[in-house]
């Protein structure tokens, strides 16, 4: 099964930083990869798809890259709304989904 | 407007069974595959199955596969998850979401707002 790792688990950061969260895959999935946001007691948001195809309605500040096994989210400028958790997920698979565990933003 | 709403979750024994619902609306749900997936408390994300537009062809994690089985009602715009044989590992709130696409799991661009599932003695 491809598994997802994201990096750092748990990120500090302050309004107007650039963030920067990894993920890698296990093997090659391409561009099939999602990113999420997530705040406490919230279903989670879809943010981006094929890597860096923005969600409708989602700020230009976030922006993806990668293929392949290596991936980033980066937010130019974080935002007092940016705060919470964020999940990349692959979709390369023709028979299943796999989330990464996830990466927190907190105010440092 | 696209709409997911659950229902059907509670507290379950172990052993037991539930039956989760999501109604859809705001979209043609029978143009697109659905999924359900997991949240246990202070964990991440689980995709626990998925469905094709059709209904003919079903998908499971290997930590459900044979206890759990996703339906949908094309007709009334309705999907499923049957839970057989509940454990306290499938504690979790449990999500409807929506596929982009008509076939296999892909990317959720809709999300229901979740049912908590809880399995205790």
């Known amino acids: 099964d491809i598994q997802m790792t994201q990096s750092p688990s748990t990120l500090s950061a302050s309004v107007g930083d650039r963030v920067t969260i990894t993920c890698r895959a296990s093997?090659?999935?391409?561009?099939?990869l999602a990113w999420y946001q997530q705040k406490p007691g919230k279903a989670p948001k879809p943010l981006m798809y094929?890597?860096?195809t923005l969600q409708g309605g989602v700020p230009s500040r976030f922006s993806g890259s990668g293929s392949g096994t290596e991936f980033t989210l980066t937010i130019s400028s974080l935002q007092p709304d940016d705060f919470a958790t964020y999940y990349c997920q692959q979709y390369g698979s023709d028979s299943y989904v796999t989330f990464g565990q996830g990466t927190k933003v907190e105010m440092k | 407007e696209v709409q997911l709403l659950e229902s059907g979750g509670g507290l379950v024994h172990p052993g037991g069974s539930l039956r989760l619902s999501c109604a859809a609306s705001g979209f043609s749900f029978s143009n697109y595959a659905m999924s359900w997936v997991r949240q246990a408390p202070g964990k991440g994300l689980e995709w626990v199955s998925g469905?094709?537009?059709?209904?003919?062809?079903?998908f499971y994690a290997d930590s459900v596969k044979g206890r759990f089985t996703i339906s949908r009602d094309n007709s009334r715009n309705t999907l499923s998850l049957q839970m057989n044989g509940l454990s306290a590992e499938d504690t979790a709130v449990y999500y409807c979401?929506?596929?982009?696409?008509?076939?296999?799991?892909?990317?959720?661009?809709?999300w229901g707002q979740g049912s908590l599932v809880t399995v205790s003695s």
């Open positions: 979401a929506k596929d982009m696409v008509v076939s296999q799991p892909d990317y959720f661009d809709h």
């Open positions: 094929m890597a860096s």
């Open positions: 093997q090659s999935i391409g561009m099939w």
């Open positions: 469905i094709v537009a059709s209904g003919g062809v079903t």
